[in-house]
């Protein structure tokens, strides 16, 4: 029995099958990654899934997976010289949350890039969006060609990935009028800290010599939204509150006074900005704004 055993697994080690499970590291042909003259493109490919992305990036992870984290391929690039470069290729469940762990990452004063959706280098560091991608490539002994020698990695790994350029649509309605350029976000959840609030988009602004955040919440429609608006209340106790579709008035005792409006599917409102015909302004802008 056991020589018959042995000589079935000899056979399938023949024919090119193992008895035994891959292991983490890959050696499939790495094809989100491109070929660049005069590198060495690594034969072994890093591959991570959200069961074992703490093995990689242990002390991010848990934001990563809040983005629907799909995988994660490394992949190392070397030269003669010793020069090297690691590309990593986050990809995340779509662009909307590719984008939300991209804008939790850059600076607003960032040294920005026309690459994929958007992209910016700091030394030894370029990162850029597309599509549901986020791509993180750094460097060791580029010396004085790091940004141009990043830039091309950069390019030609966002030709290879292909899709789409543009961020989310709905950051449209944000008024262009005072906002912080490249610093609105997307959360991915848990917005304003309450587990019943589902994501959200959020904008930075400063006008009339104020700082102040608009922000938009979507959920799944005009009742989803009522009933997300009644648990808020009744956590702020506010259960008299007057439920119905428009602005309401808010006392919360983490984010202070602020004001809100209730349209459709949309939850939209205004934080850090007393009473004035400023805020006003900015909550009939984004009111009108949205789809």
């Known amino acids: 029995m056991k020589r018959s055993l042995l000589r079935i697994g000899l056979l399938w080690v023949f024919m090119g099958f193992s008895l035994f499970p891959p292991a983490a590291d890959s050696q499939a042909p790495p094809s989100l990654f491109p070929e660049m003259t005069g590198w060495k493109k690594s034969d072994t490919l890093q591959v991570f899934s959200p069961d074992n992305l703490y093995d990689y990036i242990n002390g991010a992870a848990d934001l990563y997976l809040t ?39 850059r600076l607003a004063n960032a040294d920005f890039l026309d690459i994929g959706s958007q992209g ?20 060791a002994n580029t010396s004085k060609k790091d940004r141009e020698i990043l830039s091309r990695f950069a390019r030609e790994t966002a030709e290879k990935l292909g899709g789409e350029k543009g961020f989310p649509a709905l950051l449209a309605a944000f008024p262009e009028e ?68 428009g602005r309401h008035e808010i006392s919360d005792p983490y984010h202070g006074n602020f004001e809100l409006f209730w349209k459709g599917k949309y939850i939209g409102g205004i934080l850090n900005l007393s009473p004035s015909p400023l805020r006003q302004k900015y909550l009939s802008s984004l009111e009108t704004r949205l789809p």
């Not at 391929?73 to 290729?89: C, F, H, L, P, T």
């Not at 030394?123 to 791509?135: D, I």
């Not at 400063?206 to 009933?227: S, T, Y």
């Open 67 to 105: 983005y629907e984290f799909k995988e994660l391929q490394v992949g190392e690039y070397n030269r003669d010289d010793k020069a090297s470069v690691i590309v990593e290729i986050y990809r995340h469940g779509s662009p909307t949350n590719a984008f939300g762990i991209y804008s939790q990452e």
């Open 178 to 245: 005072g906002k912080v350029k490249n610093a609105e976000k997307f959360i991915g959840k848990n917005f304003l800290g309450y587990s019943f609030f589902p994501s959200a988009f959020i904008a930075d602004y400063q006008a009339a010599g104020q700082k102040f955040k608009l922000f938009i919440m979507v959920g799944a429609g005009p009742e989803d939204c009522r009933a997300r608006l009644q648990r808020y209340f009744q956590q702020l106790k506010q259960p008299g509150e007057t439920l119905a579709e």
């Open 120 to 139: 910016y280098y700091e030394e030894k560091v370029l990162n850029f969006l597309s599509g549901s991608y986020y791509v993180k490539i750094s460097s």
